[in-house]
């Protein structure tokens, strides 16, 4: 009898044990389950943090590119503002002289010889200043429409 109760014990001992060893193997599968787990949750994280220092980078580029790309623009419309104020005063200019022109044209009392010559002079000055004066328009014209451009640029997101 004691012998069978040994053997009882002995067998419920050899149970608990092979219980132990599973409980010990599938503790060791899941710790290496949760390492292995652990692994790629910190390759994840190692790639979202260089993902992000990427995305920082082409962000400040791209920020730097765009102030960049502004300056110049403002660079421009200032250049193409005083080209236009230039030509503007250049054309004012040009018609006062032609005004004076005409005026002293129509003014002239000397001889008729004098008159035809002097006539003849300052038709050639108005023929000159009128092609001055269609060159300023033009370049008045031109320095318009780059403004325009500019300010259709500058307007645009």
Known sequence: MLRQELAKKDNAIH??????????LEHAKRKEKIQKKDEEY????KEIQKERVTCQQEKEEQETSWKQK???METRQGAATNMVRSVKAEL??????LKEAEEEVASSSSLTRRQTTR?????SMLTKKDRESETLRRKAKQATTILQQLG???SSP
């Open 15 to 24: 149970s608990i044990e092979m219980q132990v060893k599973g409980m010990s």
């Open 119 to 123: 006539l003849a002079e300052l038709e």
């Open 42 to 45: 910190q390759n994840l994280v």
């Open 70 to 72: 502004m300056e110049e």
């Open 92 to 97: 004012v200019r040009t018609e006062r002289r």
């Open 152 to 154: 259709n640029l500058t």
